[in-house]
């Protein structure tokens, strides 16, 4: 088992930044590749970025490249979600996922989520 807790979350203007947070524990941390997805109200969970299980390999969604950086820190067993440039658009509830090794943008392909956590952007 893998248990994941997000933090950072909360409400911020329309151009501002967050640095989202995912504790993991239980498992190896670095056999395992994690993701963020998020929803909004009334929409699906939709991929935003990934990171390899060494770190090596990101990916990002569409309309977050060049605003968002993913990092892991094994020391710390977390992985972080650094957004910048932040649109009303982007306010969903934000999940760490995990899954071992290879990252996907398919949500139905992790083992492990977490609670999440709440991003309100204002515009």
């Known amino acids: 088992q893998v248990q994941l807790v997000e933090s950072g979350g909360g409400l911020v203007q329309a151009g501002g930044s967050l640095r989202l947070s995912c504790a993991t524990s239980?498992?190896?941390?670095?056999?395992?590749?994690l993701a963020w997805f998020r929803q909004a109200p009334g929409q699906d969970r939709e991929f935003v970025s990934a990171i390899s299980w060494n770190g090596g390999l990101t990916d990002y969604t569409d309309s977050l490249k060049g605003c968002a950086t993913i990092s892991k820190d094994n020391a710390k067993n977390t992985v972080y979600l650094q957004m910048n440039s932040l649109k009303p658009e982007d306010t969903a509830v934000y999940y760490c996922?995990?899954?071992?090794?290879?990252?996907?943008?398919?949500?139905?392909?992790?083992?492990?989520w977490g609670q999440g956590t709440q991003v309100t952007v204002s515009s």
């Open positions: 239980g498992r190896t941390f670095t056999d395992y590749a």
């Open positions: 996922a995990a899954r071992r090794y290879y990252y996907s943008n398919l949500s139905n392909s992790y083992n492990y």
